[in-house]
Structure formats: C-alpha cells, structure tokens
C-alpha cells in the first residue's frame, strides 16, 4: 500500500517511451537504481505526468482498492504537481520518489518515504500495472531499494504497510524478507471512513543474514544523492 505514490504510461504506446528523455525540476539531480539488463527504478520526472496518469487510469480498478489517492477526477495536472512535490521532498532527504521500468517500459512506482533519519528507519510503498503482475518486478524492485536503503543510505529499519485483504503485497513483503509487526487499528483514512492496515519491518541485521546466503547486485548511477548523504551523516551524529 503506497499512499506517496502517483503513476504512469505513455502519451502514445509504451513502446514509444525513451526513458532517457524527460524534463526534471532545476535543482533536481538525477538517480537511478537498476539491476540490469532488465529492471531499474529512476526518479520520476515532470515529463512523466501524462504517461503517469494513462497508466493510472487504464488501472483504477485495479489500484482503487488499495491505495486512496486514486479517484475519479485525476488528471494529467493532478500528476505533474505531485511530481512537483515530491522532487520538493526529495531534495529535503525525504523522499526516494522512484519509477519501475521493465525492458524500458514504465510500469509502476515506488517509493522510500516517511525518512526518519534520527530513527534511522523509512517505508516502502509500490504498486505496479495489472498487466506485469506476476512476472517478480515488484518483489525485485522491492529488494532493490531494500538493498540501496540499508546499504547505501546506513537505515536500520524498513517498514511496509499492507490492508489485511491486500493478500499479494502481504506475500510479496514476507517473500522478501518482512516480518508481521502488529496491526494498526483505523489506522488510515480511506475515502469516507478509516483503514486498518497490516505493519511488516525488515532490519538490517536480518537483510546481513539474508544477504549473507542470497546477495543482492545492483548499479547505483550518480551515486547517492547528496541530500541523502547528508542527512545520513547527521542522523549518525545524532546518536552520539
């Protein structure tokens, strides 16, 4: 469940998207996370509004069970100032706001939100087009940004939120390594009324263990995003 997350398709045919092309906010500087040949997660860009909300809009059905932020006045404005904004929380260092692209094809989002740097933990929020489902391009994004936020950024602790009845994004967070938590009682709004939702947290010493026996590869383009370093460096400082 991934209320941060806002989507995307293409202003024509998937396969006209170059995703090397695309107009980024001033000040933004480019990342992305990739395990190739295959599957890489970019941050999103301005010009992905359109694609963003054809791709939402082929897949409201789908996504409107899970996720609030999927309504029927959604337009291509309502997804270029989402993006506009979450570059805004990006370069605060709190927000990973990400795209999934499989064979160059965007098919979904994902994101690392709600950074606590002081407590050095984060959430994960996904989901992805009908169509791709069962082909292991969320799970495999997941471990991707499961890998980068206890690697490259230092975190302690990774959280993934689900509804009860969500029984694939239960499955895909304990296939990666998540373990139940507890239950967080209305614990969300959700439309008219409040949302319960299942909490799994994944730690660090257990992603060594893991990794230990399944190790993760994964090229980092431009390395970590100064603001990340940053705040990383000052949430160690913290704990002095």
């Known amino acids: 469940m991934d209320n941060t997350n806002n989507a995307?398709?293409?202003?024509?045919?998937?396969?006209?998207?170059?995703?090397?092309?695309?107009?980024?906010l001033d000040g933004v500087p480019p990342f992305s996370l990739s395990a190739p040949p295959i599957l890489s997660l970019r941050l999103?860009?301005?010009?992905?509004?359109?694609?963003?909300?054809?791709?939402?809009?082929?897949?409201?059905?789908?996504?409107?069970?899970?996720?609030?932020w999927v309504t029927e006045d959604l337009n291509e404005e309502t997804f270029s100032v989402s993006i506009a904004s979450y570059h805004s929380l990006y370069l605060k260092g709190l927000l990973l706001p990400l795209s999934i692209c499989y064979n160059g094809l965007l098919v979904g989002a994902?994101?690392?939100?709600?950074?606590?740097?002081q407590h050095s933990k984060a959430s994960i929020g996904y989901w992805i087009a009908r169509i791709y489902e069962g082909r292991s391009i969320v799970s495999g994004s997941v471990r991707l940004l499961v890998a980068f936020a206890f690697e490259e950024l230092n975190l302690n602790k990774l959280l993934i939120r689900s509804a009860p009845l969500n029984v694939r994004s239960i499955t895909l967070a304990k296939k990666v390594g998540f373990r139940h938590e507890g239950t967080l009682r209305e614990d969300?709004?959700?439309?008219?009324?409040?949302?319960?939702?299942?909490?799994?947290?994944?730690?660090?010493?257990?992603?060594?263990?893991?990794k230990a026996h399944s190790p993760?590869?994964?090229?980092?383009?431009?390395?970590?995003?100064?603001?990340?370093?940053k705040k990383k460096n000052e949430g160690k400082n913290s704990i002095k």
């Open 44 to 68: 999103r860009q301005l010009s992905d509004a359109s694609n963003f909300f054809r791709l939402v809009s082929q897949n409201k059905q789908h996504l409107s069970p899970w996720h609030s």
């Open 8 to 24: 995307n398709t293409n202003s024509t045919s998937p396969n006209n998207l170059d995703l090397n092309k695309g107009n980024t």
């Open 110 to 117: 994902i994101s690392l939100h709600d950074i606590d740097w």
């Open 188 to 210: 969300v709004r959700f439309n008219t009324s409040f949302a319960t939702l299942e909490q799994y947290s994944f730690l660090r010493k257990e992603y060594e263990e893991r």
């Open 216 to 229: 993760i590869s994964y090229c980092l383009s431009a390395g970590v995003p100064p603001i990340f370093e």
